[in-house]
Protein backbone atom coordinates (compact mmCIF):
# COMPACT_ATOMS: atom_id res chain seq x y z
CA UNK A 1 0.00 0.00 0.00
CA UNK A 2 2.83 2.20 1.07
CA UNK A 3 4.39 2.03 -2.34
CA UNK A 4 1.18 2.61 -4.37
CA UNK A 5 0.80 5.79 -2.32
CA UNK A 6 4.79 6.54 -3.10
CA UNK A 7 4.15 6.19 -6.66
CA UNK A 8 1.19 8.08 -7.30
CA UNK A 9 3.03 10.99 -5.19
CA UNK A 10 5.73 10.53 -7.48
CA UNK A 11 3.72 11.51 -10.46
CA UNK A 12 3.85 15.50 -10.47
CA UNK A 13 2.54 16.69 -13.72
CA UNK A 14 0.59 15.39 -16.53
CA UNK A 15 0.83 17.00 -20.19
CA UNK A 16 2.98 19.83 -18.42
CA UNK A 17 0.01 20.34 -15.43
CA UNK A 18 0.66 19.95 -12.18
CA UNK A 19 -1.08 17.40 -10.28
CA UNK A 20 -1.47 16.01 -6.70
CA UNK A 21 -2.93 12.40 -6.77
CA UNK A 22 -4.66 11.08 -3.77
CA UNK A 23 -6.26 8.05 -3.53
CA UNK A 24 -9.31 5.62 -1.91
CA UNK A 25 -8.64 1.76 -1.99
CA UNK A 26 -10.48 -0.79 -1.83
CA UNK A 27 -8.81 -4.18 -1.02
CA UNK A 28 -10.09 -7.82 -1.63
CA UNK A 29 -8.75 -11.03 -1.09
CA UNK A 30 -8.37 -14.23 -3.56
CA UNK A 31 -9.91 -16.72 -2.71
CA UNK A 32 -10.75 -15.49 0.64
CA UNK A 33 -13.81 -13.27 -0.18
CA UNK A 34 -14.62 -14.94 -3.60
CA UNK A 35 -12.96 -16.84 -6.62
CA UNK A 36 -15.12 -15.06 -9.59
CA UNK A 37 -13.12 -12.36 -10.95
CA UNK A 38 -16.18 -10.21 -11.07
CA UNK A 39 -17.46 -10.85 -7.82
CA UNK A 40 -13.82 -10.01 -6.25
CA UNK A 41 -13.85 -6.76 -7.88
CA UNK A 42 -17.24 -6.04 -6.33
CA UNK A 43 -16.03 -6.63 -3.05
CA UNK A 44 -13.23 -4.46 -3.48
CA UNK A 45 -15.80 -1.53 -5.21
CA UNK A 46 -17.60 -2.09 -1.69
CA UNK A 47 -14.35 -1.44 0.01
CA UNK A 48 -13.52 1.42 -1.53
CA UNK A 49 -16.40 3.17 -1.74
CA UNK A 50 -16.23 2.49 2.71
CA UNK A 51 -12.53 4.20 2.13
CA UNK A 52 -13.97 7.23 0.27
CA UNK A 53 -16.72 7.20 3.15
CA UNK A 54 -13.09 7.46 5.89
CA UNK A 55 -11.41 10.33 3.59
CA UNK A 56 -8.74 11.22 1.75
CA UNK A 57 -5.91 8.83 1.26
CA UNK A 58 -7.74 5.86 3.23
CA UNK A 59 -7.65 2.01 2.27
CA UNK A 60 -10.50 -0.15 3.46
CA UNK A 61 -9.90 -4.24 3.53
CA UNK A 62 -13.09 -5.99 2.69
CA UNK A 63 -14.67 -8.27 5.50
CA UNK A 64 -17.89 -9.93 5.93
CA UNK A 65 -19.10 -7.48 8.26
CA UNK A 66 -18.73 -4.53 5.44
CA UNK A 67 -20.90 -6.62 3.68
CA UNK A 68 -23.41 -7.15 5.95
CA UNK A 69 -23.56 -3.23 6.41
CA UNK A 70 -23.78 -2.73 2.78
CA UNK A 71 -26.97 -5.32 2.51
CA UNK A 72 -28.14 -3.09 5.72
CA UNK A 73 -28.08 0.05 3.80
CA UNK A 74 -29.84 -1.59 0.60
CA UNK A 75 -32.97 -2.82 3.07
CA UNK A 76 -32.95 0.31 4.36
CA UNK A 77 -32.87 2.38 1.37
CA UNK A 78 -35.94 -0.07 -0.10
CA UNK A 79 -37.81 0.97 2.97
CA UNK A 80 -37.06 4.17 3.47
CA UNK A 81 -38.58 4.71 -0.31
CA UNK A 82 -41.72 3.71 0.91
CA UNK A 83 -41.81 5.51 4.26
CA UNK A 84 -43.97 8.70 3.17
CA UNK A 85 -46.85 6.46 1.54
CA UNK A 86 -46.81 4.33 4.42
CA UNK A 87 -47.16 7.07 6.91
CA UNK A 88 -44.19 6.48 8.54
CA UNK A 89 -42.46 9.72 8.85
CA UNK A 90 -43.53 12.67 11.39
CA UNK A 91 -42.27 15.69 12.26
CA UNK A 92 -40.70 17.30 15.71
CA UNK A 93 -40.33 20.73 16.51
CA UNK A 94 -37.72 22.38 18.67
CA UNK A 95 -38.03 25.70 20.32
CA UNK A 96 -34.75 28.24 19.85
CA UNK A 97 -35.39 31.36 22.85
CA UNK A 98 -34.11 34.44 22.78
CA UNK A 99 -30.98 35.29 25.47
CA UNK A 100 -31.89 38.54 25.77
CA UNK A 101 -35.40 38.28 27.27
CA UNK A 102 -36.23 34.56 27.41
CA UNK A 103 -39.19 34.75 24.89
CA UNK A 104 -39.39 31.65 22.31
CA UNK A 105 -38.47 33.24 19.30
CA UNK A 106 -38.45 30.50 16.22
CA UNK A 107 -38.48 26.37 16.34
CA UNK A 108 -36.05 24.19 14.29
CA UNK A 109 -38.34 21.57 12.54
CA UNK A 110 -36.67 17.70 12.71
CA UNK A 111 -37.87 15.17 10.81
CA UNK A 112 -38.71 11.24 12.53
CA UNK A 113 -38.79 8.05 10.75
CA UNK A 114 -40.76 5.61 12.30
CA UNK A 115 -40.35 2.06 10.39
CA UNK A 116 -43.23 -0.16 10.67
CA UNK A 117 -42.31 -2.19 14.04
CA UNK A 118 -38.72 -0.91 14.30
CA UNK A 119 -37.05 1.37 16.39
CA UNK A 120 -37.19 4.62 15.10
CA UNK A 121 -34.15 5.76 12.77
CA UNK A 122 -31.74 9.03 13.43
CA UNK A 123 -32.15 11.69 10.71
CA UNK A 124 -28.10 11.52 10.71
CA UNK A 125 -28.61 7.84 9.58
CA UNK A 126 -31.17 8.25 6.99
CA UNK A 127 -30.70 11.71 5.56
CA UNK A 128 -27.21 10.56 3.86
CA UNK A 129 -28.96 7.68 2.91
CA UNK A 130 -31.68 9.57 1.26
CA UNK A 131 -29.28 11.68 -0.64
CA UNK A 132 -27.30 8.51 -2.26
CA UNK A 133 -30.20 6.88 -3.07
CA UNK A 134 -31.78 9.98 -4.67
CA UNK A 135 -34.79 10.04 -2.26
CA UNK A 136 -33.93 13.21 -0.85
CA UNK A 137 -36.04 15.52 -2.86
CA UNK A 138 -39.20 13.64 -2.35
CA UNK A 139 -38.50 13.37 1.38
CA UNK A 140 -37.34 17.36 1.58
CA UNK A 141 -40.63 17.89 -0.31
CA UNK A 142 -42.46 16.14 2.08
CA UNK A 143 -41.02 18.44 4.73
CA UNK A 144 -42.03 21.26 3.62
CA UNK A 145 -45.92 20.37 2.39
CA UNK A 146 -46.07 19.07 6.30
CA UNK A 147 -44.20 22.32 8.03
CA UNK A 148 -46.77 24.66 5.89
CA UNK A 149 -49.48 22.71 7.11
CA UNK A 150 -48.51 23.03 10.50
CA UNK A 151 -47.57 26.93 10.18
CA UNK A 152 -51.23 27.51 8.84
CA UNK A 153 -52.77 24.78 11.98
CA UNK A 154 -50.54 26.97 14.69
CA UNK A 155 -51.65 30.24 13.33
CA UNK A 156 -54.97 31.01 15.53
CA UNK A 157 -53.37 29.80 18.63
CA UNK A 158 -49.89 31.91 18.80
CA UNK A 159 -50.29 35.77 19.26
CA UNK A 160 -47.21 37.22 17.55
CA UNK A 161 -45.22 35.19 14.26
CA UNK A 162 -43.03 32.19 15.27
CA UNK A 163 -40.76 31.59 12.50
CA UNK A 164 -40.42 27.46 11.75
CA UNK A 165 -36.82 26.70 10.87
CA UNK A 166 -36.24 23.90 8.42
CA UNK A 167 -33.08 21.97 7.35
CA UNK A 168 -32.13 21.70 3.64
CA UNK A 169 -29.64 19.24 2.22
CA UNK A 170 -26.76 20.38 -0.36
CA UNK A 171 -29.17 18.89 -3.00
CA UNK A 172 -31.91 20.80 -2.38
CA UNK A 173 -30.20 24.20 -2.08
CA UNK A 174 -28.00 23.59 -5.35
CA UNK A 175 -31.56 22.21 -6.95
CA UNK A 176 -32.89 25.57 -8.89
CA UNK A 177 -36.36 24.01 -10.22
CA UNK A 178 -36.79 22.96 -6.26
CA UNK A 179 -36.47 26.04 -4.82
CA UNK A 180 -38.81 27.57 -7.56
CA UNK A 181 -41.19 24.80 -6.94
CA UNK A 182 -40.42 25.56 -3.02
CA UNK A 183 -41.72 29.15 -3.61
CA UNK A 184 -44.57 28.28 -5.73
CA UNK A 185 -46.10 26.23 -2.97
CA UNK A 186 -45.25 29.38 -0.23
CA UNK A 187 -47.33 31.70 -2.76
CA UNK A 188 -50.21 28.66 -3.66
CA UNK A 189 -50.40 27.80 -0.06
CA UNK A 190 -50.28 31.48 1.53
CA UNK A 191 -46.96 31.50 3.59
CA UNK A 192 -45.63 34.35 4.54
CA UNK A 193 -41.52 34.36 4.30
CA UNK A 194 -40.84 35.66 7.86
CA UNK A 195 -43.04 32.50 8.91
CA UNK A 196 -40.25 30.09 7.66
CA UNK A 197 -36.37 30.24 7.79
CA UNK A 198 -33.77 27.92 6.26
CA UNK A 199 -30.65 26.18 7.36
CA UNK A 200 -28.09 24.89 5.25
CA UNK A 201 -24.74 23.69 6.08
CA UNK A 202 -20.99 25.13 4.59
CA UNK A 203 -20.25 21.86 3.24
CA UNK A 204 -23.76 21.95 1.27
CA UNK A 205 -22.70 24.92 -0.04
CA UNK A 206 -19.29 23.18 -1.53
CA UNK A 207 -20.89 20.80 -3.68
CA UNK A 208 -22.21 22.85 -6.23
CA UNK A 209 -21.25 26.33 -5.15
CA UNK A 210 -22.57 28.44 -8.03
CA UNK A 211 -26.12 27.21 -8.07
CA UNK A 212 -26.48 27.16 -4.42
CA UNK A 213 -25.19 31.00 -4.06
CA UNK A 214 -27.81 31.80 -6.84
CA UNK A 215 -30.15 30.12 -4.84
CA UNK A 216 -29.75 31.77 -1.61
CA UNK A 217 -29.95 35.05 -3.50
CA UNK A 218 -33.21 34.02 -4.60
CA UNK A 219 -34.54 32.72 -1.31
CA UNK A 220 -33.44 36.07 0.86
CA UNK A 221 -34.91 38.72 -2.03
CA UNK A 222 -38.17 36.64 -1.48
CA UNK A 223 -37.69 37.76 2.42
CA UNK A 224 -36.74 34.16 3.47
CA UNK A 225 -34.10 34.25 6.47
CA UNK A 226 -30.62 31.80 5.92
CA UNK A 227 -29.45 30.72 8.86
CA UNK A 228 -26.04 29.13 8.81
CA UNK A 229 -25.98 25.31 10.67
CA UNK A 230 -23.04 23.88 12.46
CA UNK A 231 -20.99 26.47 12.27
CA UNK A 232 -17.30 25.30 13.78
CA UNK A 233 -17.99 22.01 12.44
CA UNK A 234 -16.59 22.35 9.36
CA UNK A 235 -13.77 24.53 7.42
CA UNK A 236 -15.66 27.88 8.62
CA UNK A 237 -13.50 29.97 6.88
CA UNK A 238 -14.27 33.49 8.28
CA UNK A 239 -13.27 35.16 4.98
CA UNK A 240 -15.69 33.21 3.45
CA UNK A 241 -18.26 33.56 6.35
CA UNK A 242 -18.31 37.47 4.78
CA UNK A 243 -19.04 36.29 1.44
CA UNK A 244 -22.47 34.60 1.85
CA UNK A 245 -26.20 35.33 1.72
CA UNK A 246 -27.25 34.70 4.82
CA UNK A 247 -28.70 35.98 8.29
CA UNK A 248 -27.44 34.12 11.06
CA UNK A 249 -25.14 31.10 12.31
CA UNK A 250 -25.76 28.41 14.44
CA UNK A 251 -22.91 27.58 16.37
CA UNK A 252 -22.39 23.64 16.40
CA UNK A 253 -23.06 21.78 19.00
CA UNK A 254 -19.95 20.31 19.56
CA UNK A 255 -18.12 23.23 20.76
CA UNK A 256 -21.39 24.60 23.01
CA UNK A 257 -20.57 20.98 24.88
CA UNK A 258 -16.98 22.50 24.87
CA UNK A 259 -17.25 25.41 26.81
CA UNK A 260 -14.82 25.90 29.85
CA UNK A 261 -13.03 22.80 28.60
CA UNK A 262 -10.05 25.01 27.82
CA UNK A 263 -9.42 28.92 28.14
CA UNK A 264 -8.34 28.50 23.95
CA UNK A 265 -12.27 26.96 23.29
CA UNK A 266 -13.96 30.08 25.24
CA UNK A 267 -11.87 32.68 23.16
CA UNK A 268 -12.69 30.79 20.06
CA UNK A 269 -16.70 31.42 20.94
CA UNK A 270 -16.12 34.49 21.83
CA UNK A 271 -14.21 35.81 18.56
CA UNK A 272 -16.93 33.90 16.50
CA UNK A 273 -19.77 35.54 18.15
CA UNK A 274 -17.61 39.02 17.87
CA UNK A 275 -17.34 38.53 14.08
CA UNK A 276 -20.84 37.55 13.58
CA UNK A 277 -21.92 40.23 14.95
CA UNK A 278 -19.25 42.46 13.21
CA UNK A 279 -20.51 42.01 9.94
CA UNK A 280 -24.70 41.86 11.07
CA UNK A 281 -25.16 38.42 11.80
CA UNK A 282 -27.29 37.17 14.70
CA UNK A 283 -25.84 33.86 16.43
CA UNK A 284 -27.88 31.20 17.75
CA UNK A 285 -26.08 28.77 19.97
CA UNK A 286 -26.96 24.76 19.63
CA UNK A 287 -26.99 21.63 22.00
CA UNK A 288 -27.12 23.96 25.22
CA UNK A 289 -27.18 21.22 27.89
CA UNK A 290 -25.74 22.99 30.75
CA UNK A 291 -26.76 26.50 33.15
CA UNK A 292 -23.16 27.55 32.95
CA UNK A 293 -23.46 27.07 29.13
CA UNK A 294 -26.38 29.00 28.97
CA UNK A 295 -24.65 32.05 31.38
CA UNK A 296 -21.11 31.89 29.35
CA UNK A 297 -23.07 32.15 25.51
CA UNK A 298 -25.35 34.53 27.19
CA UNK A 299 -22.32 36.99 28.62
CA UNK A 300 -21.11 36.69 25.92
CA UNK A 301 -24.01 38.36 23.67
CA UNK A 302 -25.30 35.43 22.21
CA UNK A 303 -28.27 36.30 20.51
CA UNK A 304 -30.39 32.79 20.80
CA UNK A 305 -30.08 29.62 22.54
CA UNK A 306 -31.32 26.00 21.37
CA UNK A 307 -30.84 22.72 23.63
CA UNK A 308 -32.27 19.69 25.91
CA UNK A 309 -31.61 22.45 28.73
CA UNK A 310 -34.04 24.94 27.15
CA UNK A 311 -36.39 22.53 25.61
CA UNK A 312 -36.09 18.91 23.90
CA UNK A 313 -37.55 18.47 20.39
CA UNK A 314 -41.30 17.88 21.04
CA UNK A 315 -44.47 16.64 19.12
CA UNK A 316 -46.64 19.51 17.77
CA UNK A 317 -49.60 18.17 20.64
CA UNK A 318 -46.92 18.99 23.47
CA UNK A 319 -46.06 22.31 21.77
CA UNK A 320 -49.54 23.35 21.27
CA UNK A 321 -49.84 24.23 25.09
CA UNK A 322 -47.35 25.96 25.39
CA UNK A 323 -48.27 28.34 22.43
CA UNK A 324 -51.33 29.11 24.02
P1 LIG B 1 -29.01 19.55 13.07
O1 LIG B 1 -29.67 20.36 11.99
O2 LIG B 1 -27.70 20.03 13.58
O3 LIG B 1 -30.08 19.45 14.24
C1 LIG B 1 -29.75 19.51 15.59
C2 LIG B 1 -29.72 18.13 16.20
O4 LIG B 1 -29.28 18.25 17.56
C3 LIG B 1 -31.05 17.43 16.25
O5 LIG B 1 -30.82 16.06 16.07
C4 LIG B 1 -31.53 17.74 17.68
O6 LIG B 1 -32.47 16.82 18.16
C5 LIG B 1 -30.23 17.63 18.42
N1 LIG B 1 -30.20 18.40 19.66
C6 LIG B 1 -30.97 19.45 20.04
N2 LIG B 1 -30.60 19.90 21.26
C7 LIG B 1 -29.55 19.14 21.66
C8 LIG B 1 -28.73 19.12 22.85
O7 LIG B 1 -28.87 19.90 23.77
N3 LIG B 1 -27.74 18.18 22.88
C9 LIG B 1 -27.55 17.28 21.87
N4 LIG B 1 -26.57 16.39 21.99
N5 LIG B 1 -28.29 17.28 20.73
C10 LIG B 1 -29.29 18.20 20.65
P2 LIG B 1 -31.73 15.17 15.12
O8 LIG B 1 -33.15 15.60 15.24
O9 LIG B 1 -31.39 13.76 15.40
O10 LIG B 1 -31.24 15.56 13.67
C11 LIG B 1 -29.95 15.23 13.23
C12 LIG B 1 -29.63 15.90 11.92
O11 LIG B 1 -30.44 15.39 10.86
C13 LIG B 1 -29.89 17.40 11.92
O12 LIG B 1 -28.81 18.03 12.55
C14 LIG B 1 -30.01 17.68 10.44
O13 LIG B 1 -28.74 17.78 9.87
C15 LIG B 1 -30.66 16.41 9.93
N6 LIG B 1 -32.12 16.66 9.76
C16 LIG B 1 -33.11 16.60 10.67
N7 LIG B 1 -34.30 16.89 10.12
C17 LIG B 1 -34.06 17.16 8.82
C18 LIG B 1 -34.90 17.53 7.69
O14 LIG B 1 -36.12 17.70 7.80
N8 LIG B 1 -34.27 17.71 6.49
C19 LIG B 1 -32.91 17.56 6.35
N9 LIG B 1 -32.37 17.76 5.15
N10 LIG B 1 -32.11 17.23 7.37
C20 LIG B 1 -32.67 17.02 8.58
CA1 LIG C 1 -30.28 22.39 11.84
CA1 LIG D 1 -26.73 21.96 13.79
Known amino acids: IAEIYATLKSVKSVE ?6 DACIGIAQYPKDDTDFDELMHCADEAMREAKHKGKNTYVIYTDELHAQHLDQITMTNQLRRAVEKDELSMMYQPVYSLHNGQMAS ?12 AAISPDLFIPLAETAGLISDLEWWVFETVFKQVIAWRPMRSRNIPIAINLSSKGISDEEFIQNLIGLMEKVGIMPGEIEIEITETSLIEQPESAMKNLHLLRQQGI ?15 YLVSLPIDAIKIDKGFTQKIHSSQDIDAIIKGIIDLAHSIHLKVIAEGIEAENQKEFLKALGTDYGQGYLLHYPSSPVDLEKELK
Open 225 to 239: KILLDDFGKGYSSLT
Open 16 to 21: GRLIEI
Open 107 to 118: MEALIRWHPYGK
